[in-house]
Every structure is written in structure tokens, then in C-alpha cells.
């Protein structure tokens, strides 16, 4: 049977100390998310997801910003 226990405020603090830390947080959430008994099994893999996103998202900015620094180079060199 099992029981859908809340996380405490306790365990809320930790968990936002660790997944600020560089490195750890990715670790971490990945082992969260693995982990089919752990309590914080959904946050982990919305927070994964979410930093993906976000990732990819500046990925493409930065792709446009260099496209055009290059572009705007070439024909300044004209």
C-alpha cells in the first residue's frame, strides 16, 4: 500500500540548496527522477524538462546572434 506523504519544509529547503548548486542539481535531479519511490519524482523530471527547454531556447539565440555577427561581417567586408 502506499502512502502519499508530503514533503517537509525541511526536506523543501535542502532540496532547493541543492539544486542551486552548479553540477549537483543536474546529478541530483537525474537521480530524483530515476527514482520511481522518491517523493520529489515528478518535480525532478517537470525541473528537468523545463531546464531543456530553456537551454534549447538559448541555443537558438545565441545560433541567430552568431548567424548575423557573421553575416553582418562578410558584407562590411565587401
Do not use: H
Not at 517537509?8 to 543536474?26: A, C, D, G, Q, R
Amino acid at each position: 500500500m502506499e502512502t502519499n506523504q508530503t514533503i517537509s519544509l525541511k526536506e523543501w529547503i535542502i532540496t532547493i540548496i541543492l539544486i542551486t548548486l552548479p553540477i549537483v542539481n543536474i546529478i541530483m535531479l537525474i537521480i530524483w527522477a530515476t527514482d520511481k519511490q522518491e517523493r520529489r519524482n515528478t518535480f525532478a523530471k517537470a525541473y528537468l524538462i523545463v531546464m531543456g527547454c530553456v537551454f534549447a531556447f538559448i541555443f537558438v539565440i545565441y545560433a541567430v546572434i552568431f548567424f548575423f555577427a557573421i553575416t553582418f561581417g562578410l558584407m562590411l567586408g565587401q
